[in-house]
């Protein structure tokens, strides 16, 4: 049974960092690109950054790009999101999700197995 469990959502002030980690359990975590996305309140889940099952390829959405960074360490079946100067429009719950083998990989239906999500919140 797949399990995904995201950690290091917290509080931090606008320009600060966080680094959020996702370990997942009951797949073959080196076989799938493996992605970050965002829900803040009131509004869609959408897609903050992808990387591939190696870590050779990555994409991030615009609102992210040169401020988070996407990792992974297959032997740990560890998934990072390193978040740098940090934005009010960045709070939300971050959830990390196993793309499902095909098709795209900005859209949630790309993903079959969902972390319960962190929460992150940047005060202004």
């Known amino acids: 049974q797949v399990e995904l469990v995201e950690t290091g959502g917290g509080l931090v002030q606008t320009g600060g960092s966080l680094r959020l980690s996702c370990r997942a359990s009951g797949v073959v975590f080196g076989s799938f690109y493996m992605a970050w996305f965002r829900q803040a309140p009131g509004k869609e889940r959408e897609f903050a950054a992808t990387i591939s099952h190696d870590g050779g390829f990555t994409y991030y959405a615009d609102s992210v790009k040169g401020r988070f960074t996407i990792s992974r360490d297959n032997t740990r079946n560890m998934v990072y999101l390193q978040m740098t100067k940090l934005k009010p429009e960045d709070t939300a719950v971050y959830l990390c999700?196993?793309?499902?083998?095909?098709?795209?990989?900005?859209?949630?239906?790309?993903?079959?197995?969902w972390g319960p999500g962190t929460q992150v919140t940047v005060s202004s």
């Open positions: 999700a196993t793309h499902r083998g095909y098709g795209g990989w900005s859209s949630s239906s790309d993903y079959d197995y």
